[in-house]
């Protein structure tokens, strides 16, 4: 009993964080209709940031770790938001209302140069963090086997519980979420009430960014490092838990995301780890293969 909550426990932060990157990649998501790899590729991107530049700070500026941490993540956001708005404006925009096809390939090469860019900045380098946060609150004090969280994995999930909350409360009760609710049901009758689906995209992209480069920070500081493939694994990750709850439906899409992680958790727990990713994805295709509906795309 005691091993298997501490495994709800472990799924947790897990679930929190799919959570918010499927939270922000249905806000992209849902004003084009258009599967794209690129918001993956962002939270890996401002993961890598963070870290080069913490390490920057602790190595060549002699900060202390909270002054060093805190330069890295002014250059997450700042370097993510910066690549997904240029990513969005000048790459996604002309082609997100055209072929789906297009998008793909595209979200493809942006995913590609941002992995090579982190990797040539940091000369291949795979970075560490020292440890922090990381005392240990007991939950339940068996002494054979407690329950425990660290602080890091308890203020992860908090923060990004917040974020999906707040983001949520924006969406429904600002003039900015009325917008892009406007363009994501209809984009034709948002432009003849005088809405500008275009500046719509480049402002939830860029919201979508922000969020994803949010995450990258958070996920950098509790595992310590963040690998160069990540940003292809998690942009085809996010592409199917975020389609579990609805990708046009932020909220709902991190719920369904949230399943997701409290379900590969358990699976690492109780299953063999070799096929977790491929246990996982083929859940994910066949739920997704019997809860398809044909959608005309505008």
């Not at 942006?110 to 990797?119: C, D, F, G, P």
């Not at 890091?152 to 979420?177: C, D, E, R």
């Amino acid at each position: 009993m005691a091993y298997f909550l501490q495994q709800i426990a472990n799924a947790v932060p897990v679930a929190a964080l799919y959570a918010a990157l499927a939270f922000g990649y249905a806000i992209a998501f849902a004003v084009t209709r258009r599967a794209d790899l690129t918001y993956g590729a962002l939270f890996a991107f401002a993961g890598q940031i963070f870290v080069l530049f913490a390490d920057f700070g602790w190595n060549r500026l002699w900060l202390v770790l909270p002054a060093a941490l805190g330069v890295g993540a002014a250059a997450a956001l700042t370097f993510g938001l910066g690549a997904g708005l240029v990513a969005g404006r000048y790459v996604m925009r002309p082609l997100a209302f055209s072929s789906a096809n297009a998008v793909v390939v595209a979200s493809l090469g942006s995913l590609l140069v941002l992995m090579e860019t982190a990797r040539l900045a940091s000369d291949t380098r795979s970075l560490w963090l020292p440890p922090f946060l990381n005392n240990v609150v007991v939950f339940w004090p068996d002494p054979q086997f407690p329950v425990t969280l660290t602080a890091v994995q308890l203020v992860n999930t908090g923060l990004m519980v917040a974020l999906v909350a707040g983001g949520h409360w924006l969406l429904t009760h600002s003039y900015a979420g009325r917008y892009w609710r406007a363009v994501s049901e209809d984009r034709e009758a948002a432009a003849l009430c005088g809405v500008d689906p275009s500046i719509v995209y480049i402002v939830a992209y860029g919201a979508a960014s922000l969020i994803a480069a949010f995450c990258g920070i958070l996920a950098a500081s509790y595992y310590g490092n963040m690998d160069f493939g990540m940003g292809l694994s998690f942009g085809v990750k996010v592409l199917f838990i975020a389609a579990i709850g609805g990708q046009t439906a932020p909220l709902l899409a991190a719920c369904g995301a949230a399943g997701v992680g409290f379900l590969e958790t358990l699976w690492s727990a109780y299953g063999p780890i070799l096929w977790r990713d491929f246990a996982i994805f083929g859940f994910l295709v066949v739920v997704l293969a019997v809860t398809r509906r044909e959608k005309a795309i505008p």
